[in-house]
């Protein structure tokens, strides 16, 4: 029978606003999207279990429990789990009373009678129901994505320890080691140890009782020493004096010297200015003014150029163009009147044969009415001919002369019919239109020349107007550029002589600064000195530093003196710290002793405990990835490698992908959970997007084996995922939930 089974659970936690979840024996799917709650579900039965801590904070990277799942609603933080343990129906509740205590008040209660579970508290609700501590069920049968990895803990070092061993959980190997090596750094470690600090007060006091004997004479050679330096830093001090006045009367020469040099640089400055100002150099802004405004000549210059070339072009096109008008058949003629001469071409009137028709029946008859009464007929037959003739001869005459008039004004025009004197004309006005356009561009192009043209000349007067005002002999642009050029280089001239000037006159007044205003005795004789005052002030800063050691030396040497006090005290003093150095060093090996066993013994334990997990993981981790791995092996510090089939070498898992890696990481929290786990606890498996990188094949095989887990212990797999809900489609033994957002 199942130990504990979980039945339903409500909650105001996080994002949950009262929500519910119901939960059976075996395999539960819960799926549900992303940001939905299923880690705040997670995270919620856990706080029922093991409560929350009111004392964790936040800080940087993290937020602790107490704030990350406050409710969205405002609310108190509270929950209900519902559940069976040990063959009775329980039901825990949490509740908020204080805001600093969350979750703190804690009820357990039978179902049905409401008595309280004797002993359960909030403290150990979750130690005993699963049987085993928070830490050791976070990091085996609480699996979430972003924790799959397996990490050293204390409380599951003492639990893997308990199995291997006696069944104690007592101890743990880095709580131990910690304790040992804390004792034994406290015995010796750097200089802060107690050893380090005993050897080290004994050398004081063996180099104190030394030192005791010769103190006395050493006080009586440092002061005879620092008597002697004083009188030699008397000595020196004088000849650093010799050199003040020495080198003040070597400054004041030196003012005198620049404040010459600083009136001579000054009187040529003006003269400089003085000059142009005669011969009415202009100022460097006009200067520059000019010449830019003749750099700028050249400018416009190429534009005239440019233009004048454009226009030409252009006059070119206009003669093209006024050439194909004239080898026109239209030359001479406006685009009207060759377009009315196309449009009035001679048409060829239609033929009149009634004419002919008429004329024969009119002679006819009128020959007839004149010879009715003769007897031959032929008269009136021979006038009706002669009309027929007289009418054939008027058509065709017309015809022959509309014909005439037609050729003679194709002939004319050069067209062979009217289509083409229509096209003919129809070119002529395109082109008296195409030379009416280069006319007007003949037109524009020239006033655009004409006007950079006069612009140009314009510029180039009012230049040479300006130039002419201070130079005379500038009657060409060239001319006025080579005189602004000059005066240029004049006012360069000038602005150097005023730029030593005034460095001059600073020269003189940081020397006037610099001279000490002592006075000078007069008629003092100054020899210069025999050495240089960087040899003296480096003796005498010796000669002082000797003497201020000497000094500090006897003062040292006569406190040494009344501080050391009695030799025997001395002597007493150190045979008592050599014999506590002698016991602190028995105590350090022990200590060492102890930690070189105890990592003997952590090792047997590893060696005992790592091959049984390894082929539990290893038998785990072959059914999830369908055969692709064979073995996997763990080292001390829970580090992985896998052993892929066919091949002897094994990987280490931060080679593997990253799918292969949370594979191998879920085998052994299963493995562990199979191991570490009270077997009779059946401790309930909870798994939160735990295969959300597993292939279909991989997940569809780690499916397979929670189900078959869940035939011992309640599994909670959420999922973001639908594939898994697919998967067991159709199958009772699997409870498939759907959940809802929590809004």
């Known amino acids: 029978m199942i130990f504990l089974l979980i039945h339903h659970m409500s909650a105001s936690f996080g994002k949950l606003r009262g929500d519910t979840l119901e939960l059976k024996e075996g395999l539960n799917i819960l799926q ?36 990350r799942y406050a409710p969205w609603s405002g609310a108190a933080m509270s929950g209900r789990l519902d559940c069976l343990a040990d063959g009775r129906e329980l039901t825990i509740t949490r509740a908020t009373r ?64 308990s199995l291997v061993t006696s069944g104690e959980e007592g101890t743990s190997y880095s709580e131990a080691a910690e304790l040992l090596k804390k004792q034994l750094n406290r015995r010796r470690h750097n200089r802060t140890g107690q050893l380090p600090t005993l050897e080290g007060e004994l050398a004081e006091a063996r180099r104190q009782l030394g030192e005791l004997d010769s103190l006395q004479r050493q006080l009586t050679a440092t002061q005879a020493q620092a008597k002697a330096l004083a009188a030699e830093a008397d000595a020196l001090a004088e ?55 003749i750099v700028n000549l050249e400018t416009v210059r190429k534009s005239v150029d440019k233009a004048r070339a454009e226009r030409d072009e252009a006059m070119k096109a206009l003669l093209r163009a006024e050439a194909a008008v004239n080898n026109s058949p239209f030359a001479g003629q406006t685009a009207e009147s060759a377009q009315k001469a196309a449009a009035s071409l001679p048409v060829i009137r239609p033929a009149v044969w009634w004419l002919p028709i008429l004329l024969c029946a009119a002679g ?11 007897d031959p007929l032929w008269v009136p037959a021979l006038a009706g001919a002669a009309g027929l003739l007289c009418g054939l001869l008027v058509v065709l005459q017309r015809l022959s002369s509309d014909k005439k008039k037609r050729a003679a004004r194709l002939a004319a025009y050069h067209a062979g019919s009217g289509e083409e004197l229509a096209a003919s004309a129809d070119t002529y006005i395109k082109l008296l239109a195409a030379r009416d356009e280069v006319q007007a561009d003949v037109n524009a192009k020239s006033a655009t020349a004409d006007a950079l043209y006069n612009s140009l000349s314009s510029n180039e ?62 008629g003092e004789a100054l020899a210069p000195p025999a050495r240089s005052r960087e040899a003296v002030s480096a003796q005498l800063a010796q000669v002082q530093s000797d003497l201020a050691a000497a000094r500090s030396a006897a003062d040292r040497l006569s406190g040494q003196l009344h501080a050391l006090g009695d030799p025997v005290v001395l002597q007493s003093s150190i045979q008592a710290m050599e014999e506590q150095k002698e016991e602190l060093e028995n105590e350090y090996e022990a200590i060492r002793l102890a930690m070189d066993t105890l990592d003997s013994a952590n090792t047997a334990l590893q060696n005992r405990f790592s091959p049984e997990l390894g082929r ?72 939160d997007d735990a295969l959300a990188t597993f292939d279909d094949d991989r997940c569809a095989a780690a499916l397979r084996w929670l189900k078959e887990e869940g035939r011992r212990r309640q599994i909670l797999l959420f999922t973001c995922h639908s594939r898994e809900a697919a998967f067991f489609a159709g199958d009772d033994e699997v409870s498939v939930q759907r959940l809802t957002a929590a809004l």
């Not at 085993?132 to 397996?150: C, D, M, N, W």
């Not at 040529?268 to 003085?274: E, F, G, K, N, S």
């Not at 009415?369 to 003769?374: E, G, H, S, W």
Request: hydrophobic share 40%.
């Open 616 to 687: 539990q993981a290893a038998r785990i981790f072959q059914e999830l990835t369908v055969g692709r791995y064979g073995g996997v092996v763990l080292d001390r510090a829970f580090r992985l490698s896998a052993e892929p089939a066919g091949d002897s070498v094994y990987r280490d898992a931060a080679l593997l992908s990253a799918g292969a890696a949370d594979q191998l990481y879920l085998a052994t929290r299963l493995a562990i959970c199979q191991l570490v786990l009270p077997e009779e606890k059946a401790v309930p498996i909870v798994l």
């Open 32 to 67: 549900a999207p992303n940001e939905t709650g299923k880690s705040t579900w997670c995270a919620f039965l856990l706080s029922m279990l093991y409560g929350i801590n009111s004392r964790e904070r936040d800080r940087t990277g993290f937020i602790a429990d107490k704030n």
């Open 239 to 293: 000849e650093l004096a010799l050199h003040d006045r020495w080198e003040a009367r070597e400054k004041r020469r030196g003012l005198a010297n620049a404040q010459t040099a600083a009136a001579q640089t000054r009187q040529a400055a003006d003269r400089l200015r003085q000059r142009l100002e005669e011969d009415r150099v202009p100022e460097n802004d006009t200067i520059g003014r000019l010449r830019g405004a």
């Open 364 to 374: 006819a008859g009128a020959a007839f009415l004149i010879v009715r009464d003769a």
């Open 98 to 161: 204080r805001q600093t205590s969350p979750m703190g008040d804690f009820k357990a209660a039978y179902a049905g009678t409401g008595d309280e579970v004797p002993g359960l508290t909030g403290l150990n609700c979750g130690e005993a129901l699963l049987g085993v501590s928070r830490e050791v069920y976070e990091r085996s049968a609480f699996i979430r994505q972003s924790g799959l990895a397996i990490s050293q803990d204390a409380g599951l070092e003492r639990r893997i320890a």
């Open 461 to 522: 007067q009012g230049i040479l107007l300006e130039v002419r005002r201070f130079a005379p002999a500038a009657f060409d642009i060239p001319t006025a550029d080579q005189l602004l050029r000059s005066c240029a280089v004049r006012r360069q001239e000038l602005a150097k002589a005023e730029t030593a000037a005034r460095e001059a006159s600073l020269r003189a007044q940081l020397l006037a600064q610099q001279v000490p205003d002592d006075g000078e005795a007069p």
